[in-house]
Structure formats: structure tokens, C-alpha cells
Nanobody
């Protein structure tokens, strides 16, 4: 069992940055981790993922070059650094844990979500 708690969301102007954190309990280091997001009226979408070792990462085209995912297995925490934010990045961001994949069904554990709002 893994429990995930996100933090770090908030309101920022376009071009700004936010850093999301996801604190995990349980056997954190066994799992690939990732972030999904869901904007109002839209389907949940893949943002990024990181392997259990941290050596492999993957990003959605829409965030490539602006977002960076990392993890600290000693602290049971995964981070999402979001730079050059755009209004279209506004969404609830969900931390996930599971197998290596970019579909929601690949991840059996989900956090409660944290809101990130980017104003224009």
C-alpha cells in the first residue's frame, strides 16, 4: 500500500514557477511515479513519469522543456518543478504511483490532488 499527499499548488502569474511535492508512505521506492492533471471540463491527462530508480523520465509534449520531475527515495518524495507556466497549465495535479506507463490505468495509487492556477 502506498499513500500519496501532494502539496505546493497555488496561484502564479504566467511565466512563473511552482514546485509540487508528493510525500509517500509505504513501499515508495518500488514504484514508478508520475503526475497527471485535469483541467475543468477536460479529461485527465498524463504529464510526466519517473522510474523507480530515477534514471528514466518521460514528459508530455506540452510540458517538455518546462517541467522537471525528480524523486528522493530516501525522503519518500517526488517533485514536479514547473517553470514558464502558461494559463493552459491550470489544473488539478495528481501524484501517482504504479507501473511504468503513461495511462491512468497504469497507476494504482493516486493522491488527492493539488490545484495549480496560472493567471494571464
Amino acid at each position: 500500500q502506498v499513500q500519496l499527499v501532494e502539496s505546493g499548488g497555488g496561484l502564479v502569474q504566467a511565466g512563473g514557477s511552482l514546485r509540487l511535492s508528493c510525500a509517500a508512505s509505504g513501499r515508495f521506492s518500488r514504484y514508478a511515479m508520475g503526475w497527471f492533471r485535469q483541467a475543468p471540463g477536460k479529461e485527465r491527462e498524463f504529464v510526466t513519469r519517473i522510474s523507480w530508480s530515477g534514471r528514466s523520465t518521460d514528459y508530455a509534449d506540452s510540458v517538455k522543456g518546462r517541467f522537471n520531475i525528480s524523486r528522493d527515495n530516501a525522503k519518500n518524495t517526488v517533485y514536479l518543478q514547473m517553470n514558464s507556466l502558461k494559463p493552459e497549465d491550470t489544473a488539478v495535479y495528481y501524484c501517482v504511483a504504479g507501473s511504468w506507463g503513461n495511462g491512468p490505468s497504469e497507476y494504482g495509487y493516486w493522491g488527492q490532488g493539488t490545484q495549480a492556477t496560472v493567471s494571464s
